[in-house]
């Protein structure tokens, strides 16, 4: 009797942690590359960091990536030139901090390891103008996707 007292939280947190509240999804999409930055070469000259900008092709707006790769990403992405179209996958998971996040995991042929370094991000946001009485005072910006962006684009979104 004391077993199943042990055993029936251990099955409830298995089902709950285990069990997907926070499912991980995968999309694909299109990117057109902007420029690719060398951050770091060997002894030999062989790129070992790379940085690779990206616009989003099908989203609304102007919608920018920048990924960061190591010598084997970088040896891979060599091939794209500026202005180059690609399929993107993007991952979208759970954080354990409470939110969810995501990173580009694979650009066109070239598996990327996602790695939390300063160096990817995006350069995405909406502005508008600050208007008092009438007189345009300045104006304000938000990085969190609007509406539109996040039909087209869901990946983008910020939950």
């Not at 996040?101 to 946001?125: A, I, L, M, P």
């Amino acid at each position: 009797m004391k077993r199943r007292l042990y055993i029936l939280p251990l099955a409830a947190f298995a089902l709950l942690t285990l069990g997907g509240c926070h499912p991980t999804t995968k999309w694909e999409s299109v990117g057109a590359v902007i420029r690719k930055t060398v951050l770091e070469t060997d002894e030999k000259g062989v790129v070992t960091q790379i940085d690779l900008e990206f616009e989003w092709d099908p989203c609304p707006g102007d919608q920018f990536q920048v990924v960061r790769g190591g010598k084997e990403f970088a040896a891979c992405v060599e091939k794209y030139k500026d202005g180059d179209l690609f399929f993107a996958r993007v991952t979208h998971w759970w954080n354990p901090l409470g939110y969810y996040t995501w990173d580009v995991t694979q650009v066109g042929d070239c598996k990327r390891d996602v790695e939390f370094v300063e160096g990817s991000y995006e350069k995405s946001h909406e502005c508008s103008d600050v208007v008092d009485y009438g007189k345009k005072v300045g104006f304000t910006c938000s990085r969190r996707p609007f509406r539109k962006l996040v039909q087209v684009c869901p990946f983008l979104a910020r939950k």
